[in-house]
């Protein structure tokens, strides 16, 4: 089990191993359980009729400086998969996307770090096609078909960006569910 935490977050006292249907990290004062539950996550793969997808250069204030990912990042608290997919896209790339549909749905398991739950959206530029790199990128590239891919900063996007420039278009749901009815699991 990793072990993210050494605290815990409402009491301050020491996390310690203990079972819950499996083992779990438990405050050994209030009895918190932490579950230590991946982070969602959005990728999107931005790109035109002719297949080319755009993909950006990870800049010195990020994880993998100088490779290369999908635009995306995480989930906010009141966010839907879709609004962060745009706003994150707008941050890094300038573009504004209307994501067309569920690509796929990616789970990431991480040693040393959370593990993420990743929602991979197929995008169309909406407007203006000029894209300026900002936030969490340096440059971008407008990546052909049938060519090398730069030193990709995952294996995920590097699966799926290959995958889509092979012809798998596939859109396994319209983008934009959500509820505001607040039901947990
Ligand atoms: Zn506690």
Redesign the pocket.
């Known amino acids: 089990m990793s072990t993210l935490f050494k605290y815990?977050a409402?009491?301050?006292?020491t996390l310690q191993q203990g079972t819950v249907s499996r083992v779990q990290q438990v405050?050994s004062?209030?009895?918190?359980v932490f579950w230590n539950n991946p982070l969602p996550g959005v990728v999107v793969i931005i790109h035109d009729w002719r297949g080319r997808v755009l993909l950006g250069r990870r800049s010195k204030s990020q994880k993998r400086e100088g490779f290369w990912s999908l635009p995306g990042g995480f989930v906010e608290r009141g966010e839907t998969y879709r609004d962060a997919a745009i706003r994150e896209v707008q941050e890094e790339t300038g573009l504004t996307v209307d994501p067309i549909g569920l690509h796929d749905v990616i789970s990431n398991l991480n040693a040393a770090e959370p593990d993420t739950l990743v929602v991979v959206l197929l995008a169309w530029i909406q407007g203006d096609t000029k894209t300026e790199p900002g936030d969490d990128f340096d440059a971008l590239v407008w990546q052909q078909p049938n060519t090398e891919l730069p030193p990709m900063a995952f294996a995920a996007d590097e699966m799926v960006v290959r995958r889509f420039q092979a012809g798998d278009w596939n859109v396994v749901s319209r983008a934009g569910n959500n509820f505001t009815d607040g039901e947990g699991i």
Do not use: D, L, S
């Not at 409402?10 to 006292?13: D, F, R, T």
């Open positions: 815990c409402y009491c301050g006292g405050c004062k209030c009895g918190e």
